[in-house]
């Protein structure tokens, strides 16, 4: 596995080894061994959450509450998105800012956003399935999230031939600066 980094030191993208002949191909997208060292702590997994989109669907950014904080291992595996983490860890140097990256299908890249980030996503590809791990289970009570186009953060988000759909839930989360942050 390469792990490569991101503007953002915590958030990492993992790209596998990708073993491929005539008959498709083979990696491997997960182990734990490999993981926990370029994390550099022992990560539990405890939730695999698999969702599906159309075009112009924009999910986020989603974060939860401590001590019910999350943290994913996001991919694509049909399709493509235009991922975002953005660090709402208000003693870092990196609050506020944000990291996207394409995650497809054909790349076969993971995301991993720790604990303490929010996190959305943009479906690019006409459908998108999108799995993801997480390190503690869904709880509503600490579900929080931020507008997708807050000016503070300021995500460029990719053009898309049409508009973007966004659940009720996603058009009414507030800016970061009206929201609880670590």
């Known amino acids: 596995m390469n792990i490569i980094k991101t503007a953002i030191p915590d958030v990492l993208i993992c ?3 990708v073993f491929g002949d ?3 191909f083979f990696f491997e997208s ?3 061994k490999l993981f926990d060292e370029a994390v550099g702590r022992s990560v539990e997994f405890v939730q695999d959450n698999h969702s599906q989109s159309q075009k112009g669907v924009l999910r986020g950014l989603h974060y939860q509450m ?6 994913k291992l996001v991919r694509c595996v049909e399709g493509e ?4 983490a953005v660090d709402i860890r208000k003693s870092s140097s990196t609050f506020g800012k944000w990291v996207g990256v394409i995650l497809s299908a054909e790349n076969k890249r993971q995301l991993w956003i720790p604990e303490g980030f929010a996190h959305g996503f943009l479906t690019l590809s006409e459908r998108a399935q999108f799995v993801y791990k997480t390190t503690n289970y869904y709880h509503p009570q600490s579900d929080r999230g931020i507008m997708w186009n807050d000016p503070a ?9 049409g508009q973007l759909i966004l659940s009720e839930k996603d058009k009414m989360h507030s800016s970061l600066n009206e929201n609880e942050s670590f």
């Open 15 to 17: 790209e596998p080894r």
């Open 22 to 24: 005539a008959r498709g």
């Open 30 to 32: 997960f182990n734990k």
């Open 66 to 71: 401590a001590p019910h904080a999350q943290g």
């Open 81 to 84: 998105v235009f991922d975002v």
């Open 153 to 161: 953060i300021g995500i460029d988000w990719p053009e898309i031939n």
